[in-house]
Every structure is written in C-alpha cells, then in structure tokens.
C-alpha cells in the first residue's frame, strides 16, 4: 500500500458517523506514521479537496494545526464538484474527481467505472482536444447531475 493510502485511511479513520470534521496536528500524524510532515501536506490537498468534499483551514506556528471538516451531504459534494468543473476538463483530471468521489464512498463503484469509460479520451478521437474537453465537461457534469437524481 502507498504512503499516501495509508495517510489518507488513516485522516478518514479519524471522521465517524457524528464527527464531521478532525482536528490534526501534521508533525504528530507524521511522526506516527513514520514519514515527513510533507507527505501528510500532500494527502491532505490532493485528497481532501473542496470537490471531494472538504474544507481545509490552518493554523501555523508551534500549537499549529490542520482542520478538516467534510461535507454533511454526499448531494452537497457532488454541487460542489459540478459547480467547480468549468466549462472543459481533461481526461486525467476528470478521471481524479471520478476517483476521489469513489474513494470516498461518494458513488460507488460501479457508477465510477461506468462514468470513467465515457470520459476517456477514445470517445473523442477525431475531435480537437479543446472541443473534446468541453464535452468531457458536459457529459461529467450531467453524469453527475444523473446520480444526484
């Protein structure tokens, strides 16, 4: 398992049913865990991204620390995630969101797999890729809008 799996299992293990957001210290998760502070800052803004769900504040200095808060809602993510997209998006970068709301239990499995072939980038041969990105962003968004509904 990567390092990163294990930072980012690890921060979730921390969220239960009636706790919506953890309270961390970066330097003791690190020391834990067994790796540099820096590799928890990446997990952190990689995975527990505003699209996926999150709200990150921080404070720094010796008493620092990192609040994550999650969304009450899987419906409020998935508005966020739609809001956020913009008017075109690459395969690898819809291909990420596909994969962190799976991650996260947001949709399942199956919906990812199904979302994730009608992005990819086979679908627009022949187009240019500015036009295909467009669509992509489309056809996200009203996948995603399906699966709110």
Request: charged share 25%.
């Amino acid at each position: 398992m990567k390092m990163s799996d294990v930072i980012a299992d690890m921060i979730l293990d921390m969220f239960d049913d009636s706790t919506s957001s953890v309270t961390i210290q970066r330097n003791d998760l690190a020391n834990r865990i067994g790796c540099v502070p820096s590799q928890i800052n990446y997990v952190i803004t990689s995975r527990f991204t505003p699209e996926a769900g999150y709200r990150i504040e921080s404070r720094r200095g010796g008493g620092g620390y990192i609040l994550i808060t999650r969304a009450e809602s899987k419906d409020s993510v998935l508005l966020a995630l739609i809001n956020s997209i913009g008017n075109s998006i690459d395969e690898r970068t819809a291909r990420a969101h596909i994969y962190n709301l799976s991650y996260q239990n947001i949709i399942d499995k199956k919906t990812a797999k199904v979302m994730e072939s009608v992005i990819r980038e086979v679908n627009f041969s022949g187009l240019e890729k500015e036009a295909a990105d467009v669509i992509r962003a489309r056809q996200l968004k009203q996948m995603l809008i399906a699966y709110i509904n």
